[in-house]
């Protein structure tokens, strides 16, 4: 059942069930990653989680993600267990695409930004299926910019003219003229960095999608700007990469809220006046969500 397509707001909704009852869920996440004589190969994120349920067993949740660099592609595999029995077992790297889009989506509308001006930086499947949430849940929206290496008609534009949404290419990556950026690539250059901040609108929501370890779309000096509000997911973002552990060692990352604060109504000040930066790197809670809802597709 690894093809099958999530209904979008159920998948939203349960993601942000997860998030309500983040107390529920204890969980812990490692990253191996792999070089050959200097050179960075592949990684892999190996998650586990247990939910706790009042007079039951705890179930216990276990994703598997290889990430090759040579080819650019993943593979993710997730295990339910219940009282030492595996009770459940899909190949979900389809669905870590759609629960990747949907908590794009979650994350916008929790802080109540209206997306208008929108730029993907990215082309490739994850891109995409952010554009289906999109014109999902923004039933009117019918252009977006993308910036990518190159030009991709055929992969991205015409998917996109499908569902009545016109994808213009963008050579030059120019921040200034959004108030969405949609970063969905890997890259180990800093995208937003002291050089360009500046130029970005005022309320500008600035999404950061880390893929893999190698991927630096954000200076980590910019987390501690006084003209920057920053926001992740969860609490192991904070160390979960690299460039987030080198951010937060230099003391940049002393003001992040997290997603399950900003769903008790702990919204950050200055929404409209400052810079919005949203950094997501997959977490245990989305993981949960789909499992749960692949799961109960299977039982019924």
């Not at 999530?6 to 069930?17: G, H, M, N, T, Y």
């Amino acid at each position: 059942m690894n093809g099958i397509i999530l209904e979008k707001d159920a998948l939203v909704a349960s993601i942000k069930e997860q998030y309500e009852n983040i107390g529920r869920l204890k969980y812990q996440r490692a990253l191996l990653e792999f070089f050959d004589k200097g050179i960075f190969i592949g990684d892999n994120v190996f998650e586990t989680s247990f939910k706790l349920r009042p007079g039951l067993a705890p179930l216990a949740y276990e994703v598997s993600g290889p990430y090759c660099a040579m080819s650019n592609e993943y593979a993710t595999l997730g295990r339910i267990y219940e009282n030492g029995q595996q009770i459940f077992e899909s190949d979900i790297k389809q669905q870590i695409q759609q629960r990747t889009a949907a908590m794009v989506w979650l994350f916008l509308s929790v802080i109540d930004h209206n997306p208008k001006k929108i730029l993907l930086v990215g082309a490739g499947k994850l891109a995409l299926e952010i554009v289906h949430y999109l014109k999902h849940f923004i039933p009117n929206l019918s252009e977006i910019n993308y910036h990518a290496r190159n030009q991709r008609i055929e992969f991205f534009e015409k998917p996109c003219k499908t569902i009545s949404v016109c994808a213009n290419y963008q050579n030059e990556l120019k921040p200034e003229t959004y108030d969405t950026i949609i970063m969905a690539t890997n890259t180990d250059t800093c995208l937003i960095n002291e050089n360009n901040i500046d130029s970005v609108q005022p309320g500008t929501a600035i999404v950061s999608l880390c893929t893999t370890s190698q991927t630096g779309e954000i200076a980590g000096t910019i987390y501690n700007r006084d003209d920057v509000n920053v926001m992740f997911d969860y609490d192991l973002t904070r160390g979960f990469t690299p460039d987030m552990q080198a951010a937060d060692n230099a003391g940049f990352l002393g003001k992040v809220l997290l997603l399950s604060e900003l769903l008790e109504g702990n919204q950050p000040g200055g929404l409209v006046e400052k810079k919005n930066i949203l950094r997501l790197t997959g977490t245990p809670m989305q993981n949960v969500a789909v499992l749960d809802m692949m799961h109960w597709l299977e039982n019924t």
